[in-house]
């Protein structure tokens, strides 16, 4: 059964000694009674808004940029298949890294990797806003999918570090949960207000994003506790981590390829790179099998995924895993299409289809809110499965939607359906994985 949001008083009061070390207090300096003591009330709720806004600032920073793609494409004068490689280098190293970058938080310390990933993406993300063309802003937003890669990780660590389980780390999950939408609107929103508003048009975009992370970058060096030093045995499936991160480029690689060579899938060397790709990944997962099948006295290290999370005693994870993954491909796979209606079909400028966007906003923080409140008295089962219907409305009134219709018939409740759906399942997701997957 899956476990409930809830915990039990014995259940709190036990400490994971693995999840942080030297839970020293930011205020008096005093070692906790526990490591769910290092920050006051008042610290989590700090943290817990600026971790709301790291999230909000990643979803911004890809969403916004398919709305200033063809304003990029008319200022470096190429064509709008080379230009999607803007986004594409983005979400092609962002997903290749994330898994890696994950395991070495854990390994290396996660303030450590919280505060190297914001560092970076504030100086990749202000050093787009200056690229003199295509190449250049390709390797930069390239650069900032590496720090994404790095930051959410560790702030999900963190979280699950941080929160004693029960009633504060859920709401502190459904409070970060809203970072999506939230994030998506007001990014989609202000990319159409600079390009129609400002002479430097889409460079503001990406530089107010990289001057904002500033602000978490702060609040988590201030409050977060020191990470333990670093082991001088520590070791890392350096063989898995290559073959995985290969197989995941190289088939977001062909993917994108696909889509943006004249001659699609009939290129010749598309189906090479996707063998290869699938090549990888029966190879990753051969590897982390026989790792969790060595003995100790082998000297092997540990595998990228641990064992406890794929065993068959917590397949309520991998129920978890299926569901948000589908859940991302119905709702992010959507956002393109509603950008492209927006952009190529009904012949809008960037800011007045921002304008429409911005209605995740509005749904979005009530959607937080109404979630936090339900989280610790409704399973988690439940609101996932609530989540994901409600999910699929917004692509159907879309579907059903016909060009002469006005934004109030379809295209409003749509947005406003999309956080409901999209933050129950990612919070209710959140608790179950880091109750569930908690040593």
């Keep these: 059964m899956p476990v409930p949001a ?223 030093p670093i082991k001088s045995d520590w070791s890392v499936d350096w063989l898995g981590a290559l073959s995985v991160g290969v197989s995941l480029f190289l088939f977001l690689f062909t993917l994108t390829l696909s889509n943006t060579t004249s001659r699609g899938w009939k290129t010749p ?18 590897r982390q099998r026989s790792l969790h099948r060595a003995l100790p006295s082998e000297n092997k290290p540990p595998p990228v995924i641990p064992k406890g999370l794929l065993s068959w005693k917590k397949r309520n ?8 993954a589908l859940l991302f491909a119905c709702v992010d796979g959507q956002f393109p299409f509603i950008s492209y209606l927006y952009l190529d079909v009904l012949k809008l400028d960037a800011f007045e289809a921002g304008l429409r966007w911005s209605m995740c906003m509005f749904s979005g923080v009530p959607a937080a809110i109404l979630v936090a409140l339900l989280i610790s008295r409704v399973p ?8 994901c219907l409600i999910s699929t409305m917004t692509p159907l009134l879309f579907a059903i939607r016909k060009l002469d219709w006005p934004y109030w018939r379809a295209d409003l409740w749509a947005f406003l359906l999309v956080a409901y759906g999209s933050d129950g399942v990612i919070a209710a997701g959140s608790s179950l994985i880091s109750h569930t997957a908690s040593p």
């Design 6 to 228: 809830t915990t039990t008083d014995k259940e709190e009061s036990t400490v994971d000694q693995s999840r942080i070390s030297t839970p020293v207090n930011a205020e008096s300096g005093r070692a906790p009674a526990n490591q769910y003591d290092a920050l006051t009330n008042r610290q989590l709720v700090i943290f817990a808004g600026s971790q709301l806004i790291v999230w909000a600032l990643n979803a911004a920073n890809v969403l916004e940029t398919s709305f200033i793609l063809p304003v990029v494409a008319q200022e470096f004068k190429v064509s709008i298949s080379d230009v999607q490689w803007v986004a594409a280098s983005n979400m092609l190293i962002w997903g290749c890294f994330q898994l890696i970058a994950g395991r070495l938080c854990d390994i290396l310390g996660r303030k450590r990797g919280y505060i190297f990933g914001c560092t970076t993406s504030v100086i990749f993300n202000v050093t787009a806003t200056f690229m003199p063309n295509l190449a250049s802003l390709n390797v930069a937003r390239a650069l900032s999918g590496l720090s994404a890669a790095i930051i959410l990780p560790a702030s999900a660590g963190l979280i699950g570090a941080l929160y004693r389980p029960g009633k504060k780390r859920t709401i502190a999950c459904a409070v970060v949960s809203c970072g999506g939408c939230a994030g998506a609107s007001v990014g989609e929103l202000l990319a159409g207000v600079f390009v129609r508003y400002s002479k430097w048009t889409w460079r503001p975009c990406y530089f107010s994003c990289g001057v904002t992370t500033v602000a978490p970058l702060i609040i988590g060096w201030w409050l977060v506790p020191r990470d333990p």
């Design 269 to 286: 060397y598309l189906p090479a790179l996707l063998t290869v790709s699938v090549l990888c990944f029966a190879f990753f997962v051969w």
């Design 317 to 324: 994870l991998i129920v978890v895993y299926i569901g948000t």
């Design 380 to 387: 988690p089962r439940i609101l996932m499965s609530t989540g």
